[in-house]
């Protein structure tokens, strides 16, 4: 069974960066297609970003040329570089296989504030 376990976040100003890590244990997530999901205060889970086991990637519109998606199978970690943040992006940020196998991680918080 897989495990993932998301870090990187923190409190920022506006226009500040994080880059968030998702390191998974277990298995093997090379050939996975791996997401990145954030949950804003008070709001659903959202889709953020993807990248397929082909290295192809996607992006929400609302992120789309501010966040960039990577993956390194030698670390069995995939990332989140996020640039330009908003207050907006403020939210717990997790990570998951799009296909929902994998159980969701704790987590990591990113405050977007002055």
């Known amino acids: 069974q897989v495990q993932l376990v998301e870090s990187g976040g923190g409190l920022v100003p506006p226009g500040g960066s994080l880059r968030l890590s998702c390191a998974a244990s277990?298995?093997?997530?090379?050939?996975?297609?791996m997401g990145w999901y954030r949950q804003p205060p008070g709001k659903q889970r959202e889709y953020v970003a993807h990248?397929?086991?082909?290295?192809?990637?996607n992006y929400a519109d609302s992120v789309k040329g501010r966040f960039t998606i990577s993956r390194d199978n030698a670390k069995n970690t995939v990332y989140l570089q996020m640039n330009s943040l908003k207050p907006e992006d403020t939210a717990v940020y997790y990570c998951?296989?799009?296909?929902?196998?994998?159980?969701w991680g704790q987590g990591t918080q990113v405050t977007v504030s002055s």
């Open positions: 998951r296989d799009i296909m929902g196998r994998f159980s």
């Open positions: 990248i397929t086991g082909q290295r192809s990637t």
């Open positions: 277990g298995s093997s997530i090379s050939t996975y297609d």
